[in-house]
T-cell receptor, first 112, second 114 residues
Framework: AQKITQTQPGMFVQEKEAVTLDCTYD???????LFWYKQPSSGEMIFLIY??????QNATEGRYSLNFQKARKSANLVISASQLGDSAMYFC?????????FGTGTRLQVTL | KAGVTQTPRYLIKTRGQQVTLSCSPI?????VSWYQQTPGQGLQFLFE???????NKGNFPGRFSGRQFSNSRSEMNVSTLELGDSALYLC?????????????FGNGTRLTVT
């Protein structure tokens, strides 16, 4: 099975600091997409950012950026200037044309 | 554009009963997928439907089934409920399915089996 690995089950970060959530993946597909989702305690899964395997530049969406290192098969999420509302579970997903796989998630807690 | 709508939001059933959950995707989205999330097992993929056909299936027993209608709305059915079926069930829709376009999730249905 082609796995997604999120090695940090839980992380703490102080408000206004930046934090990096790790994600590595297995793949033999030349074309794939990488996604990050946020799940607050209320349960809904919120799409944050997308990176295509052929994209030359790292994706950015506001305070979120994706540090994509294709050769290392890593797609780390960077959140700048953390806010209390960023406290949530974060899931890394990888998709090909026919299949999606996802990691076990990282629980981020933002502290004052 | 309206988001993904899941009904009901909360449900309480007893063991042995069956349940049907509903999911209305974003207009124009042809793929609908279902996920189960529990504290013990985490997030797990149930199945994906695309244009009324089941395209992918996770590793769940046959008690879990689904279907998709011509308007892309989807239903998921669980028969002979077990205590372990208590979970948050998430539905997601996307334009093309697979991994080429982002999933958009509903708020989920919290099922409690007593």
């Amino acid at each position: 099975a082609q796995k997604i690995t999120q090695t940090q089950p839980g992380m703490f970060v102080q408000e206004k600091e930046a934090v990096t959530l790790d994600c590595t993946y297995d793949t033999s597909d030349p074309s794939y997409g990488l996604f990050w989702y946020k799940q607050p305690s209320s349960g809904e899964m919120i799409f944050l950012i997308y990176q295509g395997s052929y994209d030359q530049q790292n994706a950015t969406e506001g305070r979120y950026s994706l540090n994509f290192q294709k050769a290392r098969k890593s797609a780390n999420l960077v959140i700048s200037a953390s806010q209390l509302g960023d406290s949530a579970m974060y899931f890394c997903w990888r998709g090909t044309a026919s299949k999606l796989t996802f990691g076990t998630g990282t629980r981020l807690q933002v502290t004052l | 554009k309206a988001g993904v709508t899941q009904t009901p939001r909360y449900l309480i059933k007893t063991r042995g009963q069956q349940v049907t959950l509903s999911c209305s995707p974003i207009s124009g989205h042809r793929s609908v997928s279902w996920y189960q999330q529990t504290p013990g097992q985490g997030l797990q993929f149930l199945f994906e439907y695309f244009s009324e056909t089941q395209r992918n299936k996770g590793n769940f027993p046959g008690r879990f089934s689904g279907r998709q209608f011509s308007n892309s709305r989807s239903e998921m059915n669980v028969s002979t409920l077990e205590l372990g079926d208590s979970a948050l069930y998430l539905c997601a829709s996307s334009l093309e399915g697979g991994g080429n376009s982002p999933l958009h999730f509903g708020n989920g249905t919290r099922l409690t089996v007593t």
